[in-house]
């Protein structure tokens, strides 16, 4: 969750000061963002996280931040309420994004919740909830659902307790990644696959960003671009063929644009992996969509 205070703003400053720093290219592969409609669904408050279902055309997934029950919001690409589906058997904490991908079954897509909020950097570890996405139609609202059981994947950092509000899952390899928030240049985690279910994993430190603050990330469908913001900035980075998913973050960093949001939280790939959505806290928040400039 953001708060305002000189810390945030000391933060933000230095963010901008990486992103003049490092190599940065900015991207013409994106138009400019279009309102693709508001959120209207009164439960939607403090939308945190967002990502686009591979299986479900025209579906999107939506959590809030911390202090709502244990569930995600089916919406369809113009922002209306398809459907509730709250979790079985776990607890929000303070789940801060959401990632899809695959798991234990190859031919199944799996959510991911990442309850990785730490604004004190208090908790002694933190918790991934993975379960098995559902088949819905974005042209039949559903209502609610119930979802799970969730496996719980739970995971500590190396170098002691952060605050993060990205999570990652490679397609290819199903590693999770964890990008910290409070940082200058903020560190990325990584869980290798497979994941134990019945004791804590130890994350490995992998490597950083080349600017603070971040908030929100998604990778591609094919594993290939990774995507990640901060409220004021972001970008996305192409990995290398034949390596691990973070050894994108080695590379050129290109920038894409956002537009001015009241607190832009979320970002995420269309489900072709061409565009990207972003969406923001607070009540009725506009669902922008930036589409590629040719298709392909």
Not at 66 to 88: E, K, M, Q, W, Y
Not at 234 to 245: D, F, I, R
Request: glycine share 10%.
């Amino acid at each position: 969750m953001q708060k305002t205070s000189l810390f945030h703003l000391t933060l933000l400053l230095c963010a901008a000061a990486g992103l003049s720093c490092a190599s940065l290219a900015w991207s013409d592969e994106f138009k400019a963002g279009e309102s693709a409609g508001a959120i209207t669904s009164p439960w939607i408050r403090e939308a945190s996280g967002i990502v686009a279902s591979r299986q479900n055309p025209g579906v999107l997934w939506v959590h809030n931040d911390s202090g709502d029950a244990p569930r995600v919001f089916a919406i369809d690409t113009r922002g209306n309420l398809v459907g509730i589906g709250t979790v079985d058997d776990v607890y929000a904490r303070d789940w801060e994004d959401i990632a899809i991908g695959p798991g234990p079954d190859p031919n199944t897509q799996y959510l991911y919740i990442g309850d990785i909020g730490d604004n004190t950097a208090a908790y002694p570890s933190i918790r991934v909830y993975r379960v098995v996405e559902p088949q819905v139609d974005a042209s039949e609202p559903f209502g609610q659902m119930r979802l799970g059981p969730a496996a719980t994947i739970e995971l500590t950092y190396p170098d002691g307790p952060r605050d993060a509000e990205t999570l990652l899952v490679d397609p290819v390899t199903q590693d999770i990644y964890v990008i910290t928030k409070r940082n200058l240049f903020c560190k990325v985690y990584r869980a290798p696959a497979p994941h134990s279910l019945s004791a804590p994993a130890v994350m490995d430190r992998v490597t950083a960003l080349p600017w603070g603050f971040a908030v929100a990330g998604d990778v591609s469908p094919d594993g290939r671009r990774v995507i990640v913001r901060s409220p004021y900035n972001a970008s996305v980075w192409t990995c290398p063929e034949g390596e691990p998913l973070w050894q994108a973050f080695l590379g050129k960093q290109t920038g894409i644009p956002l537009r001015s949001e009241p607190q832009g939280e979320g970002i995420c790939f269309d489900a072709r992996g061409l565009g990207y959505f972003t969406i923001s806290e607070g009540a009725n928040p506009t669902l922008y969509y930036f589409a590629p400039t040719s298709e392909q």
